[in-house]
């Protein structure tokens, strides 16, 4: 299989312009403007950086209270999974499911994901590079609607609202929730999809796939 760059062309990443490559590859898109690089700079090394972020900050996102609520004289407390837990003993199970599918099952599935494109492409693997490249494009979909987590959260705390004089605080738990929305979306961003096809051979996408 030959790769473009093999035959002196490039792409811009940003309005998908094939042109003519010079070597090294400098300059700027004649159409766009955009920087042109042979390979996103520090392309596996800087989103390990933000995925490792992501992972860390999981764990406190889920587990430290997300939200505070008052109704005089009752208090509660609630993390993502009791908030969750909430909703499914007061009869809401389809909010719940989707509280916990962009609250949980999401951002774990985004990581999991990010995990496999920079552990293989890192080993050199020639292992389903179609399947690799189509699961980064479902990542970058997954991508544009992170902020989902966030307003489902938002969501949930205006349910839990216990009445007309009830009161809602946000919990420490919000910081780190951003934070890994935020994570999983440079890591995504900065990975370089191209690095998949590196070290894929003349007949490894026939026998791979």
């Known amino acids: 299989m030959t790769r473009a760059i093999e035959i002196g062309l490039v792409a811009c990443e940003s309005c998908e312009l ?16 955009e920087r042109i690089d042979r390979r996103k700079p520090n392309s596996l090394g800087r989103p390990l950086a933000f995925l490792i972020a992501a992972a860390a900050l999981y764990v406190p996102a889920n587990t430290l209270p997300i939200m505070v609520t008052e109704q005089f004289p009752l208090h509660r407390t609630d ?25 949980v099952l999401v951002p774990m599935l985004k990581l999991a994901a990010m995990g496999v494109l ?13 399947g690799r490249t189509k699961l ?22 205006a349910v839990v609202q216990l009445g007309r004089f009830a009161s809602i605080e946000p919990g420490p738990a919000l910081i780190p929730f951003a934070g890994v929305v935020l994570m999983t979306m440079l890591a995504s961003a900065s990975f370089d999809p191209r690095a998949i096809w590196d070290h894929v051979g003349p007949r490894s996408v026939h026998e791979r796939e």
Request: with cysteine.
């Open 18 to 33: 094939v042109m003519r490559a010079a070597d090294p590859i400098t300059g700027t898109c004649p159409r766009c403007g």
């Open 79 to 103: 993390t993502i999974l009791s908030g969750i837990a909430f909703l499914w003993s007061e009869g809401s199970w389809l909010l719940a499911a989707l509280v916990f599918s962009a609250s």
């Open 118 to 130: 920079l552990f293989t492409s890192a080993r050199r693997s020639s292992w389903r590079p179609r």
């Open 136 to 157: 980064y494009r479902v990542l970058e979909t997954v991508g544009h609607w992170s902020m989902l987590d966030v307003m489902v959260v938002a969501l949930l705390a």
